[in-house]
């Protein structure tokens, strides 16, 4: 039996009631399987006797020895009197302040001789400790006696996570009572062949050495053992998703993901595109950057592929297995090869009514692009999804771009407007705050296909909302929205009028998926949670660009930014200030704590007041936030675009969508209250331009180990791929992708970050077994 399948509740222990089976409950440990998975979160080693002289020599703050009690003492008073053990090993003395436990007093008299487990430091000159434990050995006697015997007790201890009512001494001993009851005849998850070929251990092994290993190396076996399990089963799940939805697996390595965007002359770049792209390139002031050329040609392949035009040849004689009656006897591609003929070109050719021509062979895929385009803000990410959009539109299909935020959609549905609309597209807008009338038209038009792209926030996924033929789903800054909300576009495509018509040519195909991150994945990330995504990364970005220039300010100093924001004003410049709040209470200098102990924050709108008539009087000053109905929101940003407003203070609203290449500074105060995500995208809006441009950020006094943290890495790089794997370091995969809420990543025992060597290899054996099956 494998130990996934031990489902029987721990209640069927002895010794475990009602009550001791609902703390275990808030471990969330409720059957043989979760607890036997319930491994420990570090390890005290007992294994070696020290002393008290030489834990102080040491400074380890450690002991394991033999010692005496030699005197009892009582401190504090009424509810609060405590007890104290005096307790000598011969080699120095250490006082035991027993909190809650004057019941030591009767177990531990004084003369007893015990063995003594603590935790100690120096205080008022002491030597103490508050976390100790006592086994007793003998009543009494000379303690120079047993100074020759080994020390009870002497193991490695597994030390586990805990809650109110449950000791480390309970928690061990249900997961031995039930190891012994359970484990035998417990099956291995890891296929044979690689457990020897790695040097892992038996499941049954592991779970033993993990919770009672013998040494300290055995314990690191078995973590390494199923750490390994873990990853590999995680791995090979993904791959066997990336076959069944893309027919193929993705790169096992991002450096391999990579190496495949080779560049391509603009020469080979434009004969590969369909007739809108070729289009909108001709429209273009500039030249795609190289990457920019290499992830549309990979992408254009793809999406090729979606609609049959793939690199397997076609199977000939094979039925269509597509979950809808047979339209007629035609030949099923898995990703047909159509000798490089172009989308739409001779032998595939639409009818007028856009269907596929009578007679004629319509290509058959239920495989789809599953692509992460990751790029650092600026790079033109926005770009490369307009050309992906094209080539499916191209095909017949219908587009969708959802933002997180109106302000952002509303700027990409501004630009597709401006650079698609030329090139025959028809473009739509659409967010939860069109009125009825026009929504119910919009939403019309949307069904019959007469709209190729609608842009807009999570009103795109409305119940309401049904598309003709959604062919290609695309989520801009992917981690703001949940695994459901992405899995809820997609479903839209699935759920369309083209896919639901079981007599339509040609038959449902998967949506195809591109999700965009202007903050760089973490390889560690890109290899796990985006393990099934081909990862397709721009390096290069706009030539012109000149990296920002960051400065730290502590608060009380921000004079010194706001000079320098005023010598760029007076060049013709215009600048950001943002803070972390709307409003709030404004004090003069640092920010401390109110009455309630919170934290004050710096609001938007009054220092608005205080930098509109005290700081810049001369220049006009705008206020920027959510609060702000949408209308005003988009006049204020436009006169902004239009340098009628030249300093503009705001909220994190202007995280992502504005783009002002005039604006050459980013004031951030109270910088240490924001993510490293959110600061690294708030200096993104400066730097768009030519002109070297600036970012000032202005931390607070009481500023924490973490802040510090985050200051220094803004400070030291405008690298978004090492901002990114600080940010994975500092924050934890969940938030990050925004997966915290979905349950994926909480691995049992694996750490993303402290692990990766382990998952590229898990990774490696993962692919090649689903690759071998693939081939048989």
């Known amino acids: 039996m494998h130990l996934s399948e031990l489902n029987n509740s721990i209640s069927s222990l002895a010794g475990i009631g009602a009550a001791k089976q609902a703390l275990f409950a808030r471990l969330n440990v409720f059957t043989i399987s979760d607890l036997l998975q319930f491994y420990p979160r570090d390890y005290e080693d007992r294994t070696q006797k020290i002393t008290i002289a030489q834990s102080l020599q040491n400074n380890t703050g450690k002991i394991h020895t033999i010692a005496q009690i030699v005197a009892h003492d009582w401190f504090g008073y009424g509810r609060m009197k405590t007890l104290k053990l005096i307790a000598t090993d011969g080699t120095g003395t250490v006082e035991l302040a027993a909190f809650g436990r004057a019941f030591l007093e009767k177990t531990h008299p004084v003369g007893q001789i015990v063995a003594l487990s603590a935790k100690c430091e120096v205080k008022f000159g002491k030597y103490q400790s508050t976390s100790f434990e006592l086994e007793k050995i003998s009543d009494g006697g000379r303690l120079a006696d047993f100074a020759g015997i080994a020390v009870p007790n002497s193991r490695v201890l597994p030390i586990y996570p805990l809650t109110e009512g449950l000791t480390n001494k309970i928690v061990s001993k249900t997961i031995q009572a039930a190891f012994k009851q359970f484990s035998l005849g417990l099956e291995n998850d890891l296929p044979s062949e690689i457990i020897e070929k790695r040097n892992l251990l038996s499941k049954k092994e592991a779970i033993r050495a993990i919770h009672f290993p013998k040494t300290m190396s055995e314990a690191i076996g078995a973590r390494n053992t199923l750490v390994f399990e873990e990853l590999f089963l995680f791995q090979k799940t993904l791959a066997e998703r990336a076959i069944a939805h893309r027919g193929k697996l993705p790169k096992i390595e991002i450096g391999s993901a990579e190496s495949e965007q080779r560049q391509v002359s603009i020469e080979e770049f434009e004969s590969k595109l369909s007739t809108r792209q070729k289009n909108l390139l001709a429209r273009l002031p500039f030249k795609p950057t190289p990457d920019q050329m290499s992830v549309i040609t990979l992408m254009n392949e793809d999406i090729d592929r ?175 929205f949940g695994v459901m909300q992405r899995s809820a576009i997609l479903d839209k495509g699935r759920t369309s009028v083209v896919a639901t018509d079981k007599f339509a040519q040609p038959p449902f195909r998967e949506p195809n998926l591109l999700m965009m991150s202007a903050t760089p994945i973490p390889q560690t990330l890109a290899l796990t949670v985006f393990g099934d995504l081909d990862v397709r990364t721009i390096h290069t970005m706009p030539q012109g660009r000149k990296p920002v220039t960051t400065y730290l300010s502590k608060a009380g100093n921000e004079r010194n930014a706001y000079e320098a924001v005023r010598k760029e004003l007076a060049a013709g410049h215009q600048a950001y200030f943002v803070y972390p709040a709307i409003e709030g209470n404004m004090d003069s200098g640092d920010f401390g704590t109110d009455s309630f102990g919170k934290q004050n924050l710096k609001s938007a709108e009054e220092s608005f007041n205080f930098l509109q008539t005290q700081v810049y009087p001369n220049y006009k000053c705008a206020l920027i936030h959510s609060k702000i109905d949408e209308e005003t929101q988009n006049q204020i940003l436009q006169d902004f675009r239009d340098n009628k407003i030249q300093v503009l203070v705001a909220t994190t609203v202007v995280e992502v969508g504005v783009d002002v290449p005039n604006a050459t500074c980013m004031v951030i105060e109270q910088a240490d209250r924001f993510g490293l995500a959110a600061l690294h995208q708030l200096r993104g809006r400066v730097g768009r331009g030519s002109a070297q441009s600036f970012c000032f950020l202005i931390y607070r006094s009481n500023i924490t180990e973490n802040g510090i943290a985050r200051m220094k890495a803004l400070h030291e790089t405008t690298d978004g791929f090492k901002i990114a794997e600080e940010d994975l370091r500092l924050r934890g995969p969940g938030e990050i992708t925004g997966t915290a809420q979905s349950g994926d990543l909480e691995f049992k025992i694996a750490n993303l970050a402290r692990d990766e060597k382990i998952m590229k290899e898990a990774r490696i054996e993962a692919f090649s077994i689903i690759s071998q099956e693939e081939a048989d």
């Open 306 to 480: 979606n609609y049959g035009f793939g690199r397997e040849r076609p199977v000939r004689g094979k039925t269509c297995e597509t979950g809808f009656e047979r339209v007629s006897e035609k030949l099923c591609f898995e990703g047909g090869d159509f000798k490089g003929q172009s989308p739409l070109g001779e032998g595939v050719a639409k009818n007028a009514s856009g269907g596929w021509s009578e007679g004629e062979t319509y290509p058959f895929s239920h495989f789809s692009m599953r692509t992460l385009l990751q790029g650092d803000v600026g790079s033109g990410k926005t770009l490369v999804s307009f050309f992906a959009a094209l080539r499916v539109i191209d095909y017949g299909g219908q587009v969708a771009l959802m933002a997180p935020t109106e302000l952002l959609a509303r700027q990409h549905a501004e630009n597709a407007a401006k650079m698609l609309e030329a090139v025959g597209v028809s473009v739509a807008y659409l967010t939860g705050n069109i009125k009825t009338k026009g929504r119910d038209n919009l939403l019309s038009a949307l069904k019959k296909g007469e709209i190729n792209l609608v842009i807009g926030t999570h009103a795109l996924f409305s119940k309401n909302v049904q598309y003709h033929d959604l062919a290609l789903a695309i989520i801009d800054e992917q981690h703001r």
